[in-house]
């Protein structure tokens, strides 16, 4: 069973950055789609930053600009650089692995907090 640890969540202030890391227990290879998912208080997870194993990205237009989505294949990590962080940016950021052969299957880290408050 694939394994995803998130971490690098916490407390920040508006106009501050933050990177957060999703760490899997395979090779990153293995996965098509790698994404980032934030969850609001009260409103329903939504992708904010993915990547194919190909490296073609794509970003959610509320934060185009300021968040980047990466990977380190050595260290099967996917990280999400958070610059220019929002009040709005706040809630629990997942991490998201998808498999599409041969059935799409995801995988879904724990979540790590996100507060973006003076």
């Known amino acids: 069973q694939v394994q995803l640890v998130e971490s690098g969540g916490g407390l920040v202030q508006p106009g501050g950055s933050q990177r957060l890391s999703c760490v899997a227990s395979e090779s990153i290879f293995s996965f098509n789609h790698m994404g980032w998912y934030h969850q609001a208080p009260g409103k329903q997870r939504e992708l904010v930053a993915g990547?194919?194993?190909?490296?073609?990205?794509n970003y959610a237009d509320s934060v185009k600009g300021r968040f980047t989505i990466s990977t380190d294949n050595a260290k099967n990590t996917v990280y999400l650089q958070m610059n220019s962080l929002k009040p709005d940016d706040t809630g629990v950021y997942y991490c998201?692995?998808?498999?599409?052969?041969?059935?799409?299957?995801?995988?879904w880290g724990q979540g790590t907090q996100v507060t973006v408050s003076s």
């Open positions: 998201k692995f998808s498999r599409w052969f041969p059935t799409t299957y995801d995988y």
């Open positions: 990547i194919t194993n190909g490296g073609i990205t």
